[in-house]
């Protein structure tokens, strides 16, 4: 099970940020939040046993579970996390997660009709209800997945310096002063940059830029391939909310020794949902951004 970190030192890591000279560093400190850090080893479906969690395989569900599709194909099966085992702060304290995404990743979430092209499912039923199901082999045609096993490590998060809850507490930082702050952010979290990071909660490892207001706008019928969508009157509306109503769920990262991602060229994969949403369990709400590099 894993051990959740108390609540943020927003003392100890005020004094981090003064000392490296980072601009506003209670305000910074103040944005902390709580991540769950996943580890992979793989593994065989043998040795797991029903409901424990993974990444790749196949999944533990009800008999009357029907798989997602997206443009008449099976999504691809990424993850399965034990809520249980996890415990983690925001989320409910039983019953499993399914992610599910397009494998082909031709769905990148900058279009409203990518829709349906991520899922995320709430199994809540008790471990002897679960059945492994074999996934369908045509849910694979982007690429597999190697099965792995999982494992979490509670740790703090400060979001980074493009975020959009950095911009809405007015935090500016100059190229030093970012250099600075990611220092402590790797310090804080245990992440140093170019490593693997898969994780549960907490702020996103950003590769392209804010995602929060690309959520909302997306989500609300406008498209954010185009620059230019941030700038009508209703998109400047919907994006005053966009940090207060974003919470990311899950961060999955490339990863060529674990489960053999590649998303896109060396990117990430994001699961957000609506804090309100979250709140109400409505995991089916959720939304998905591919960055990469």
Known sequence: MTTIAHEPDLRSITEQLRASRVPMPD???????????????????ERLPI???????????????????????PLGFLAQLDLSEVRAPGLP???????FYDQ???????????VGAARVVHVDVSRDQLVRVTRPPESDEGGGTELCAVTFRASLDLPHEHDLLVEDAGVELEDDEGEAYDAVRAAISGVEDGDVDHHLLGHPQIVQGDMRGDCQLVTNGIATGDPSAYRGKRAQALLKTA?????????????????EWMWGDSGRVFFWIRRADLATKSFEKAWCILQCY
């Not at 939040?33 to 065989?44: F, L, M, W």
């Not at 395989?57 to 009357?64: C, F, H, L, M, Q």
């Open 27 to 45: 305000t910074l400190a103040a944005l902390a939040a709580t991540s769950i850090r996943i580890a992979t080893a793989r593994t065989t479906l």
């Open 51 to 73: 409901g424990a969690s993974r990444f790749g395989g196949d999944p533990d569900v009800p008999a009357s579970f029907v798989w997602p599709q997206w443009q008449t194909r």
């Open 93 to 99: 304290s039983s019953g499993w997660l399914l992610f």
């Open 104 to 114: 082909e990743q031709t769905a990148w979430g900058s279009e409203p009709s990518d």
């Open 243 to 259: 940090s207060a109503d974003w919470q990311l769920l899950l961060q999955l990262d490339s990863d060529d020794t674990g489960p």
